[in-house]
């Protein structure tokens, strides 16, 4: 099976910062990564799909890159509503497994 | 809009049998895989099996072959998740997510607003 690493596992920032969360895969996985964000007692929402490409409705401060085995998550200019735990998750090859998730709290 | 609905929230003692289910509506239900997702306790997505209800076509992850059986009817446009002798250890908060059939659409999306379980004597 494919395993995800995230980094940093926590992450503190301010409003207005940008931030860069780094997903690894123990093998090369394309450009077959999601990344999904989560609150606490909420379920998870799709915001990147194909490493890049910005789900519908989700702000455009959100953005993914990278293909093979790393891959990042930026997110400029950090907004309150942004505070919460970040997964990645491979598509290529089941089972699709998650990244063990970044939580990103206010410093 | 697309939606998936999940029954509410379960309490129940080590050895019971347990049932949950996930409603797709707003889309054709046969056409799209239908993921059941566990989370424990402030940990993390643990994706534990699919199920494709146009043929019952199911894959387990390995970890949790054995341990629950997924199924779905489709007159009901509905999955369900399935124990037979809860554990302690299965309390989490269990999501389904659907990912639509075409190879090309990698994503899971939308997903359900979860099912609290807690198992305890």
């Known amino acids: 099976d494919i395993q995800l690493t995230q980094s940093p596992s926590l992450l503190s920032a301010s409003v207005g910062d940008r931030v860069t969360i780094t997903c690894r895969a123990s093998?090369?996985?394309?450009?077959?990564l999601a990344w999904y964000q989560q609150k606490p007692g909420k379920a998870p929402k799709l915001l990147i799909y194909d490493a890049s490409t910005l789900h519908s409705g989700v702000p455009s401060r959100f953005s993914g890159s990278g293909s093979g085995t790393e891959f990042t998550l930026t997110i400029n200019s950090l907004q309150p509503e942004d505070f919460a735990t970040y997964y990645c998750q491979h598509l290529t090859g089941y089972p699709f497994t998650f990244g063990p998730g970044t939580e990103l709290d206010v410093k | 809009e697309v939606q998936l609905v999940q029954s509410g929230a379960e309490v129940k003692k080590p050895g019971e049998s347990l049932k949950i289910s996930c409603k797709g509506l707003?889309?054709?239900?046969?056409?799209?895989?239908i993921a059941w997702v566990r989370q424990q306790p402030g940990k993390g997505l643990e994706l534990m099996g699919m199920?494709?209800?146009?043929?019952?076509?199911?894959r387990y992850n390995p970890s949790f072959q054995g341990q629950v059986t997924i199924s779905a009817d489709r007159s009901l446009s509905t999955a369900y998740l399935q124990w037979t002798s809860l554990k302690a250890s299965d309390t989490a908060m269990y999501f389904c997510a659907r990912k639509d059939s075409s190879g090309y659409k990698n994503w899971f999306d939308p997903w359900g607003q979860g099912t609290p379980v807690t198992v305890s004597s």
């Open positions: 093998q090369g996985i394309s450009s077959y």
């Open positions: 707003g889309y054709t239900f046969t056409r799209s895989w």
């Open positions: 199920i494709y209800p146009a043929d019952s076509d199911i």
